[in-house]
Structures are given as C-alpha cells and as structure tokens.
C-alpha cells in the first residue's frame, strides 16, 4: 500500500512568488492535513481538510490557502513569498478526520527554499 | 504555558541502555497521543500511538500515559544506534480534529556504540 505522496520534493522559488504543493493521500484515507515544519518553529499546523471541505485551520497569514478535490488530493499554496517560509511543508492523511482510534501518517515533504 | 512540553535534549545513551523521553501535555481533556520519530532530513515516522492510562508495547517501544499527571513517555528498551533521531510527541486536543496535532519541539537522541 503507498504511503502519502507529496511534490515536489525539493523546490527553489524567489521572494514574491507563489507555490503549489501537492499531496496525495493513502489509498482510502480521506483527512489530509498540512504542517510547516522549521528549526525555530518546530512542526506548526496549517490546515485539514476532509470531504473537500476545511476542517480546521491554524494561525497562519491568508498567503496560505489549500484546497482538496473529490479524489482526496490536496494542494496547498503560499502566495508572495518570503524567506521566513523556507521550511519542510509535510502532508499528513488519517481515514477519517474523528478522534481516538486514528492515526494521521506523513508524506516525506516538500523542501521549500525561497531566496 | 507550551501546549506539549518534552524534556529537553539532547539525550545520549550507550547502546543497549533504556533511553526515557518525557512530554506532558496542558489540555486535560485530551485523548490521543502519538510518538514521532525523525531522522534527520527526513519526515516524521509514527512509532506509537496510546489513548488509555498505562503502558503500551510494541518490540523495544514502550508507551507510558498518566492522564491525570498529563504526562506521556517513551522507552526505548536495548537501545541501538539505529535510534538515534529526534522523537517528537504529539497530543490530540479534546473537541480538535484528528488531523490536527500539537507537537512539543522534540528531544533528539544519541546512541553511541
């Protein structure tokens, strides 16, 4: 069975401009969440999402957006970039977005630099 | 006060010692807790998962909760080389979606041969 898959895996962008992430989750899980992870901040949440629908959201600017389609692929994107958003951006998937019995699995990520 | 809270590292160990890493937690009413490990340029791999009061074995892994200490431990039994990594603990807030976890910032381990 695969495991998250996430792309690209390594990607350099300049100051001011955007990038999509993409994710796709184990087969027949459909929560995806997203997590920034850097050496000051540690692992910071940013969204999930469930049935193409947010389901929660932390405290990140509105550079941020992410979306799911009907097939439980996610993207995120970060629009004008800045060098504060160098990190590894990782895709999580869990069966369902309940609590107590699940367990949410991570992709490899997404090395993200912006210079 | 941090949400989740782990000892601070880093923490080296001889091989074949038990290596205990600690985290408590400031929510009350949470329900899952889950143990990450990471090694280095990597990402985050589950090794455990607990949701009821005492101990949880999995080969060398142990998972300990206190609910009411709000306190969560892993022990690492005959420690090898091969564990040395960060290991992150991760609690599931009371009324929060599954997906979103609260991390502590990771206690990195060494074993030394």
């Known amino acids: 069975k695969a495991g998250v898959t996430q792309t690209p895996r390594y990607l350099i962008k300049t100051r001011g401009q955007q990038v999509t992430l993409s994710c796709s989750p184990i087969s027949g899980h459909r929560s995806v969440s997203w997590y920034q992870q850097t050496p000051g901040q540690g692992l910071q949440f940013l969204f999930e999402y469930f049935s193409e629908t947010q389901r929660n959201k932390g405290n990140f600017p509105g550079r941020f957006s992410g979306r799911q389609f009907s097939n439980s692929r996610s993207e995120m994107n970060v629009s004008t970039l800045e060098l504060g958003d160098s990190a590894l951006y990782l895709c999580?998937?869990?069966?369902?977005?309940?609590?107590?019995?699940?367990?949410?699995?991570f992709g490899e990520g997404s090395w993200l630099t912006v210079v | 006060q941090k949400e989740v809270e782990q000892n601070s590292g880093p923490l080296s160990v001889p091989e074949g010692a038990i290596a205990s890493l600690n985290c408590t937690y400031s929510?009350?009413?949470?329900?899952?807790f889950f143990w990450y490990r990471q090694y280095s340029g990597k990402s985050p791999e589950l090794i455990m998962s607990?949701?009821?009061?005492g101990d949880k074995e999995d080969g060398r892994f142990t998972a300990q909760l206190n609910k009411a200490s709000q306190y969560v431990s892993l022990l690492i039994r005959d420690s090898q080389p091969s564990d040395s990594a960060t290991y992150l603990c991760a609690v599931n807030k009371r009324g929060s979606t599954l997906g979103r976890l609260y991390f502590g910032r990771g206690t990195q381990l060494t074993v030394w041969p």
């Open positions: 929510d009350r009413g949470s329900q899952s």
């Open positions: 607990i949701y009821s009061n």
């Open positions: 999580a998937s869990s069966l369902s977005t309940g609590d107590a019995g699940n367990t949410i699995y």
